[in-house]
């Protein structure tokens, strides 16, 4: 998987996509909205189960109370926790349908350095060309296709 600059290309297709408000950045900071270039990893996948069937066998749901840490000065920073959770985060439980599938990679985690960034997710995006926080977000099928061939591992590199 190449982010390029016209679109996400996977498996001889291009699908179009948004980046973060940032832009590509070597130098990903937590809260810069940057996309981080690199060669990153898909490290799991997450689902509503309440709102689709699973994408893989290797899937995990996102169940109410599921939540990521985007606390810097947290032992759990850029990590899956669950509620109640105190410090600064993030909800995967979503009222609307930007995380209803979800391809985590594996930028700063699972040993993550506070302040590099936050996890960078494979997300649904809000409508075309509307910019993320750092993640790539693409059309709802398009994202449902890639994630059905995806495994643990399948690269996903991201040039400036």
């Not at 408000?21 to 996309?35: F, L, N, P, Q």
Request: hydrophobic share 35%; proline share 10%; glycine share 8%.
């Amino acid at each position: 998987m190449v982010l390029t600059p016209t679109g996400l290309r996977y498996r001889g297709h291009l699908y179009p996509c948004s980046i973060g408000k940032g832009g590509i950045s070597a130098a990903k900071r937590e809260g810069d909205g940057a996309t981080p270039t690199g060669v990153h990893r898909i490290a799991m996948t997450l689902y509503r189960p309440d709102r689709m069937a699973p994408p893989a066998p290797w899937a995990r749901p996102i169940v109410t109370g599921d939540l990521w840490s985007d606390d810097v000065t947290d032992s759990a920073y850029n990590n899956w926790v669950r509620a109640p959770y105190a410090p600064s985060h993030e909800a995967l439980r979503r009222a609307d349908p930007l995380y209803d599938l979800v391809l985590v990679t594996d930028w700063n985690w699972p040993d993550a350095a506070p302040g590099r960034g936050s996890c960078i997710f494979i997300h649904q995006w809000r409508r075309p060309g509307y910019p993320t926080e750092g993640c790539i977000a693409l059309r709802r099928d398009h994202l449902r296709m890639i994630a059905t061939t995806v495994m643990p591992g399948t690269r996903v590199i991201v040039r400036q």
